[in-house]
């Protein structure tokens, strides 16, 4: 690894600025340093709009790997339908990205740069407003959004987590900075995990404990983002130990049966079992009336599960497509809630061998998902079967919200729950296999070129 000498542009502000300005105005910033006191908030009200622009992606989950993993299956039309890029997500084609530059990276990076502003102008305003509590808040938001930024980042361009070989792998880039001349560095995946770990942990000092409007962060969505982080890392207890202190600042679930299934959009705008609201990029793919639940999984739900009919309906192609996000509109929800929390909690207890309390909390969960007196607690299923029927209904439960995509990636370490992923488009079959380097995707070429990063294996 070596670092960027200071007479080019690091490439990470280089994809941030292209993400923003569009691919136009990248060759403008090879000739000129832009000057960052030219655009550096002064304001409160100025310094939170930086974490607020959802129209240049801020809060948006954009990881390719939901459109990679086994939930639904394309009619041919809708196949042709897409991008390029979409086309070799979708078919675990070696380099899904076409362009030097890619946007995801960009703008998850953008992200960080723009908490990294935000930082940097509190620590500038006046005394007079040190005490204002806003300030505290603002500074929790920055410290959330880094940490989720490079929580997706890490899902997407480094390899799955391993405490016996994290120390061993590449983590992705740890920008503190907004300065320009400072270049970037791959550290270990261990110290990449770690620093979306302390993020999290200091945004908890201040962060209000909920945001009803759900499109803030609180600690209610830190312990949530906690726990996601640790389940993946295999740190069951404190995996648990975060579900169980976001649970106890709110734990109310849906009863299925109070909801309409013949609702275009049965869910309601940030419910109850929201916690904090992230999106997945609006993609073709996901408006697309071709894009189908996978046969198998729509077969696993019985007739008396409510999911069956409040997830899915049939489109004008006669296949069975999903209508049950709980954005309660046609974007795709991606953030933390309720549901996830009560998954996570019975799988870590099933985990640590804590059957009993395991079984009560995922049929706590299920009773309210079946029709009234249909659904029968899991009882007498074997301790031994119980952690794959709880992966089971992870799967049912979070369907088409890009943590499969996780799951697949984390449970490949377990030869019990790995598998191969098929797909047939055009007569031709495409597979993706458990060990298979394309679970990880290629860091930019820009990113190779200018700051000399370390390309993943498998892309050389």
Not at 51 to 74: I, Q, W
Not at 175 to 195: F, H, K, Q
């Amino acid at each position: 690894m070596k670092h960027t000498t200071l007479s080019k542009i690091p490439g990470l502000l280089l994809l941030v600025l292209a993400a923003v300005f569009g691919a136009t105005a990248c060759e403008d910033y090879l000739d000129e340093k832009p000057s960052k006191s030219q655009v550096i908030p002064t304001t409160l009200s100025e310094l939170e709009g930086l974490l607020n622009d959802n129209a240049l992606g801020m809060n948006k989950d954009l990881n390719p790997g939901h459109m990679a993993v086994d939930d639904f299956e394309l009619t041919p039309g809708a196949f042709m339908q897409l991008s390029q890029l979409e086309r070799n997500s979708y078919l675990w084609e070696p380099d899904p990205f076409l362009e030097d530059v890619s946007s995801v990276w960009a703008s998850y990076y953008r992200q960080i740069y723009n908490a990294n502003l935000a930082l940097e102008g509190l620590e500038k305003l006046k005394d007079g407003q040190s005490g204002n509590a806003t300030i505290g808040h603002l500074r929790g938001k920055c410290l959330f959004t880094k940490a989720q930024a490079y929580f997706f980042l890490l899902q997407a361009y480094s390899d799955p987590y391993d405490p016996l070989s994290s120390d061993e792998k590449l983590g992705v880039p740890i920008r503190n900075t907004t300065d320009i001349n400072i270049g970037s560095v791959r550290p270990s995946l261990e110290e990449s995990y770690r620093e979306a770990e302390q993020l999290l942990i200091q945004s908890l000092e201040y962060l209000p404990e909920r945001d009803e409007s759900r499109k803030t962060p609180s600690r209610w969505a830190a312990y949530a983002l906690m726990s996601r982080l640790y389940l993946i890392m295999g740190s069951y207890e404190n995996a648990l130990e975060s579900a169980d202190k976001a649970l106890s600042i709110g734990d109310e679930l849906f009863n299925y049966n109070d909801l309409n299934p013949d609702d275009i959009y049965p869910f309601p705008e940030f419910g109850m079992e929201n916690i904090y609201n992230v999106t997945l990029g609006v993609r073709a793919f996901w408006t697309s009336t071709g894009t189908a639940v996978a046969a198998d999984l729509y077969a696993s739900y019985d007739s008396t599960d409510l999911r069956k009919y409040l997830f899915f309906e049939e489109s004008p192609e006669e296949v069975m497509i999903f209508k049950g996000s709980y954005t309660g509109n046609y974007e795709k929800f991606s953030g933390y809630s309720v549901n996830e929390l009560y998954l996570t909690k019975a799988e870590c207890l099933a985990r640590l061998g804590r059957f009993q309390a395991a079984s009560e909390t995922i049929d706590s969960l299920l009773r309210v998902r079946y029709a009234e007196g249909e659904y029968e607690n899991v009882g007498e299923v074997l301790d031994t079967d119980l952690l794959g029927f709880i992966l089971a209904e992870r799967r049912k439960e979070l369907v088409f919200r890009n943590i499969r995509w996780l799951d697949l990636r984390r449970l490949n370490n377990d030869e019990k729950f790995q598998k191969t992923l098929t797909r047939t488009i055009a007569g031709q079959s495409y597979s993706l296999e458990p060990e298979s380097y394309k679970y990880v995707f290629p860091i930019p070429m820009d990113e190779i070129r200018l700051n000399g990063l370390i390309q993943n294996p498998g892309y050389n």
